[in-house]
């Protein structure tokens, strides 16, 4: 059963830094693209946005506003994908979650939450 488990979340005030971290298991990861969703506080029906990817061959893509401050990374020997926050705002608050699309199903973690505040 694939399963993805995030962790790596926190209190941190703004300007500071999380790394976070997805483990899969149930499947090798090498061959997926793989993602991390942020679900902002009160988003309407639960809506996730995308905040960064990264390519079976490790080509990112991050969403706008968060280019030059994130870092979207993975390791396939350990099954393990990475994203780093850097110099964080009130508004990268949320509970970000780990995404697999394997075919038309998309997996999920349980998310971990990311709060900035002073």
């Known amino acids: 059963q694939l399963q993805l488990v995030e962790s790596g979340g926190g209190l941190v005030q703004p300007g500071g830094s999380l790394r976070l971290s997805c483990e899969a298991a149930?499947?090798?990861?090498?061959?997926?693209?793989m993602a991390w969703y942020r679900q902002a506080p009160g988003a309407q029906g639960n809506q996730r946005d995308l905040?960064?990817?990264?390519?079976?061959?490790?080509?990112?893509f991050y969403m706008q506003s968060v280019k030059g401050r994130f870092s979207i990374s993975r390791d396939n020997a350990k099954n393990m994908i990475y994203l780093q926050l850097n110099s964080l705002k009130p508004e990268d608050t949320g509970v970000y979650y780990c995404?697999?699309?394997?075919?038309?199903?998309?997996?999920w973690g349980q998310g971990t939450q990311v709060t900035i505040s002073s």
């Open positions: 149930g499947t090798i990861i090498s061959p997926y693209e």
């Open positions: 905040v960064a990817s990264i390519s079976q061959m490790g080509n990112p």
């Open positions: 995404q697999l699309e394997r075919g038309s199903i998309g997996f």
